[in-house]
C-alpha cells in the first residue's frame, strides 16, 4: 500500500523543538558582550521597510529565538543564514504590525546572517550574526554507516532493475490482452516494488501514481499504477483505456528508477524504512486490504519482510557492535514470521488471502508485532 | 402536576451519597444553571446541567467525562407516533438530567407485579451532569413523515472520504441521542431508558461508549490527551468564544430552515487507532506526524501549549518546523480559510480486535453551523494529506441536524412538527 512512510526531517530541527523548553533558559551562556542575548530572552527584530535592527548580534549555541516585529508597511520575512546563504530558519508572512516568532537550533559556532526581507523580495537587508561555543559535528561520516547505505544502495539498485524488466513484460501482457498471464505475472512483478516502497515513497507523485488503492483515491486523482490494472484483470476485465494504463505505469516505473539512482539515503532512513515495511504489514497486509482484487497480499507481504531484512542486513555490522543483543532477537523475530510465511507457500508463490483461517491471519499479527517491536529500537541505535 | 410535589428522586432517597463528588465538580460547573425544580437542594443542584434554553445543552457544556451515544431508526411510519415520542423523550429527558428517575417512584414504587417503571441503576447516583442532546439523520427526512421539505440543506449524506473504510454497522441512523455524564452509568442508564420508551417506534442501529473527553469545551477545562498522547483539542471553540459560536456553530433561520434556528449539525465518526504501530513511532515522527510536541502541547517552534500556530516558521533549509503534512496544519483554520468546529469526541476501547490489538480510538463528535463549508473540507484535507491518516480508519460516520433547545413547556424538534 502506498502509505508514506516520509522521514521526519529534518532531525535536528525537531529534536531543537522539543527540547526547548529546557535549553532556553541556557541559551546564552558562555557568550559575552553587550549585544549577546540576555539568557533565556529573545532577541527582538524590528523590521521596517528600510532597516532590519536586530537587538543583539551574538548567541550561545543551542536554540536561538528571534521575535520578530514589523514596523513597516510591507509585508516581510526573516531569515537567519549559515555560510553560502544555507537557510538556517526562516519566517515568511510577516504582515505590517505583527509580531513573529522564529526559534532555531544553532549547533554549529561561526559566522552567519540576519536578513529582513521587505516585500518578501531580493537578498534583504543583512547583518552579520555570531554564534559561539556550539557542539561537535554529528553526521553519517562514520564508515560504518556509510558503508551500510552504500550496501543497501547496492540492494536498491538490484530490484529496481529487476522491477523495471518485470514491469516491462507484465504491461507487453496486459497490452496484448493475455489476461491469465497477466494475472501470473502480477503478484511477481509487485515483488520488486514492495521490497524498496520506503525509497520510491521518497519521491512525491510516483508512489502513489504506482501504487494508488482505489479505496484511498482522492477527489479528483485518477486511478492508476498496479492495482487499477489489478482490478481490470482480476474484476472488471480489460477496458478501454488498460493500454494507455500500463503505458503510464511503465512510464512511471521507469522514471522512479531513474530517480533512485541519484537519491542519498542515510543510515537512519535505513532503519526507519525496515520498521516501515513492516507496520505495513501490520495494516495493510494483516487485514487483506491491499489486494482487494487478485488477494495477493501474502506475495506483498514477503517482499516487505525481505525489504526489511535487506535494510536490516545492510545496517548489521554496526548493529552487531553496538547492540549485539538486538541482532539476535531481530533475527529470531525475522525467521519466526518467515517460517509462517513458508506454511502458506503454493506452488511458486502463496495461498491467496482469503484462504487463510482467522487463526492464521492472528498467528501472522502477533508474528509481526514481536518483530516490529525490536525493529522500532534500530533507529534509536543507529543514531548514538 | 408540580415537580416539587411528586418528586421522590433518587437524589432525596441516596443523594448525600454523591453530595462529595457534585461538590469536587462545582469549580468546573460553574455557569451552569441550577435546576429549578431542585433550587431548594444545594448540594443536589450543583450537579445538574440545565436542560431548557436556547440551545441544546451539551454542545457547548463543559465537556463531561464519558459518553453514550446512539442512532436510531425509526420503525413506524406513522407521524403523530413519533411527535409523540419526542414529546414522551423530552419529559423524561427533562427528568433524568434533574437527577429524577425518569417516572415519579419508577424503579421501586411501581408496585410488585409490574416492571419497573424506571431501570433503577442510577437510582443512588447524583444528576452527574447529565445532558441529553437530540439529532435529526438526514434519511429521517425521505417520504415517510411528510418532512421532505423541512430537511436543512446543510444536512448532507456525508461522503465517502479517502481511505474511509466504514463499516455499514456502525454509521447513519434516523435519530441520535448524544448522553454526557460524569458518571457512565448515569449516561447509559439515561439512553437505556429513551430506547425503553422508544419500543414500537424507534430501534438501536448502533451506538458507541466513549470516556475521556478528548477535547475541551471551555477554558475553564484542561486539554485532555488522546490514545495516541497528545493533546489534540487545543485549538477548539470554546464555549467562551461566543463570535466563533455565533459565526460557525449556531444555525440561524436565514440558513434555509427556521426551525433550526438556535440548533447545529453533528458529525460522528468512528476513528480507528493502530495504536501498536503508533507506539513504535518515535517521539521525533510522532511529533512532526501531530506538529505539535507530546509534553506541553506547544505547536512545533513554539513554547507554551497555547502559543498560536504559526505555518510560516521555517527550520534548516527552509523546510517548515509544522510540516506540509502534520495534522495541526491541515485542521488549523489559517489552512482552511478560517474555519472552525466544535468537537466533542470521545476515546473509546471496545475490547480487541480479534488478532491481539486493540479495538480503539476516537469517537469524534463535532457541531458546526455549515458541514458543507467546514467539516467536510477539513475532512477532505485531513483524509488526504494528513500524516496521521496512516495511524487511524474512520470506521462509522453519521451526520445530524440537532434541533433548538427547548422551552419549559416545548418538545425537541417541535418545530419539525408545527
Ligand atoms: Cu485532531
Redesign the pocket.
Known sequence: MSVRKSPRTPLAVVAGAAALVALTACDSQGSTGNETAAAGGPIKVEATDTACTVSATTAGAGNVTFEITNKGTKVTEFYLYAEGDRIVGEVENIAPGLNRRLIVEVADAGKYQTACKPGMAGDGIRGEFTVTGGAAKQGDANAQKAQATKSYAGYVANNTAALEEETGKFVDLVKAGKVDEAKAAYARTRTYYERIEPVAEKFGDLDPAIDVREADLEPGQQFTGFHRLEKDLFVSGLQADSPQIADKLLTDVKDLVAKSKTFELTALDLANGAKGLLDEVATGKITGEEETFSHTDLWDFQANVDGSKGAITSLRPLLQERDAALVSTLDKEFANVQGLLDKTRAGEGFKLYNELSQDQVKEFASAVDALSEPLSKVAEVVSK | MSEEGTRVSRRKLFGLAGAGVALAGAGAAAGIGIDKATSGNAEASVTTVDFHGEHQAGIVTPAQANLHFAALDVTTKDREKLRQLLKTWTDAARRMTAGQEVVPNGAVGSGDYAPPGDTGEALDLPASHLTLTIGFGPSLFDGRFGLAGKRPPQLIDLPLFPKDKLDPARGGGDLCIQACADDPQVAVHAVRNLVRLGFGVTEVRWSQLGFGRSSSTSREQQTPRNLFGFK?GTNNIKSEDTDFLRDQVWATAADGQAWMAGGSYLVARRIRMHIETWDRETLDGQQQIVGRTKGTGAPLGQTAEFDELDLDVGGAGGEPLIPADA?VRL?SHQALNGVRIL?RGYNFVDGSDGVGHLEAGLFFLAFNRDTRKQYVPMQQALSSKDAMMEYVQHTGSAHFAVPPGVSRTGYWGEGLFA
Do not use: G, P, S, T
Request: glycine share 0%; proline share 0%; net charge neutral.
Open positions: 489534540d495534522h485542521a468537537r
